[in-house]
């Protein structure tokens, strides 16, 4: 399917340093992926180049992006690997590998992932495994992809024993996070990203406290209040900006800390209560969705506590429902095994969990809450 960029608004294009020194290019905006040529002489890329895809983007986009490489400056292959989690296995990781290794990759060569999250998390943990690491692009088709999965520099796959339980911490070269192809999203999927969105306005006060992040003339909760529920899709003018802040908002607390020690512990608000609930459904809930759950939880926790007014718990559950997204735990998944899961967490210490909960007001959290197990399934 061939597709064409409608210009609206300028594709913005920062240079991200990290702690560790690695240089990020993010672009973001209509048309951002057809600055892939671009951005590929840019990080000094070798000539070859493989594109990793799933079959919806295979289907929609993947001519489009083959497009902007002229064939006389690289030798594009491409992989499509299975939908959603089925990509993230030790069978793919090797069939890349092998790929790679048939056709002479070396460490100057690129691996661009264009997909979801499962995509771009193997194609992350493919490049920073073969040869000790390879050049990695990731074009991110998803909502959630976009404003989470591409940014941070996680990888993983799965194994059986659980999700993501082997991955590197590996930057991408650039990211290219492009609206457009949010237009053959389905509309689930667009929802779990507006979750995560919601997660991003609930922190941004902190994030802006401790980071070099600026607000913006208006707060991003402010923008999804007016937004949300008034046909808000991917083809909103507002959406770019609110991408745009959640990546730097991911970026700013990211190059703080890289691996987790305390402030990235910040973008885990919702998600513990969200992880159990996505596990306990066999993932039937979304990853946005239950993070939503788990926002609206978290806030009445907060609540009960009296960290938070319930005027606070009101406005969530008021997003959330113009979003579509439930703040319930489903029917057929108990509370106490909610608890269970939670208790296996690996934020667990004894008896209690660490938490990120709303504090004051809805933007600002309290990052490292020991809350114990006992007082949640209260709660619930
Ligand atoms: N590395 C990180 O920091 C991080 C953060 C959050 C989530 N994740 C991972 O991301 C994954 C979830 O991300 P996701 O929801 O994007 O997953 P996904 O890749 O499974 O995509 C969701 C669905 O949307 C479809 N899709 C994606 N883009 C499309 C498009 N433009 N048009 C039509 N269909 C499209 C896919 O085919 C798939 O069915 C999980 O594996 C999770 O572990 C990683």
């Known amino acids: 399917m061939a597709h064409k960029a409608r210009h609206r608004g300028p594709v913005i294009t920062m240079l991200w340093n990290t702690d560790l020194e690695v240089k990020t290019r993010v672009a973001i905006g209509i048309g951002a992926r057809q600055k892939l040529s ?68 070396d460490r100057r060569d690129t691996i661009v992932a264009l997909g979801g999250g499962s995509v771009t998390d193997l194609a992350g943990f493919a490049a920073s495994t073969y040869l000790r ?11 959630l992809g976009m404003v989470d999965a591409a940014i941070g520099g996680k990888t993983g796959i799965n194994l059986q024993s659980g999700k993501n339980l082997a991955g590197t911490f590996y930057f991408p070269k650039a990211v290219l996070a492009d609206q457009e192809l949010l237009s053959t999203l389905p509309e689930n999927q667009f929802k779990s990203g507006i979750g995560e969105i919601i997660k991003y306005g609930m922190i941004e006060d902190t994030v802006a406290k401790t980071t070099d992040y600026e607000l913006g003339p208006k ?16 083809d909103d003018p507002g959406l770019s900006g609110i991408i745009s802040s959640c990546i730097k908002m991911k970026l700013f607390v990211v190059a703080k800390d890289p691996q987790e020690a305390n402030l990235r512990r910040i973008l885990n608000l919702g998600h513990t209560i969200g992880h159990a609930i996505e596990t306990l459904s066999d993932y039937k809930v979304s990853h946005g969705e239950a993070v939503g759950i788990g926002l609206f939880l978290d806030t009445k926790y907060s609540v009960k506590q ?14 959330l429902a113009k979003a579509g997204l439930s703040t319930s735990i489903p029917s057929g998944i108990s509370k106490e095994k909610v608890v269970n899961v939670m208790g296996s967490d690996k934020k667990r210490e004894g ?7 709303p504090q004051t007001k809805l933007g600002v959290v309290d990052y490292d809450v020991t809350v114990p197990l006992s007082d949640l399934s209260k709660t619930l």
């Open 133 to 143: 690491g390879l050049n990695l692009v990731l074009v991110p088709t998803s909502l």
């Open 351 to 357: 008896q209690s969990i660490k938490l990120v909960l």
């Open 38 to 105: 671009n951005i590929l002489a840019q990080i000094g890329s070798g000539k070859r180049v493989l594109v990793l895809c799933q079959p919806s983007t295979a289907v929609h986009w993947l001519r489009d992006l083959l497009s902007v490489l002229p064939q006389e400056d690289y030798q594009v292959t491409t992989l499509e690997v299975p939908d959603g989690e089925a990509c993230k296995s030790t069978d793919w990781l090797i069939r890349i590998w092998e790929h790679l290794q048939e056709r002479k990759f």
């Open 306 to 319: 009296k960290r938070i007014d319930k005027a606070a718990l009101d406005k969530v559950e008021e997003l």
């Open 219 to 234: 707060r991003m909760l402010d923008v999804l209040d007016a937004s949300l529920g008034n046909a808000f899709e991917h």
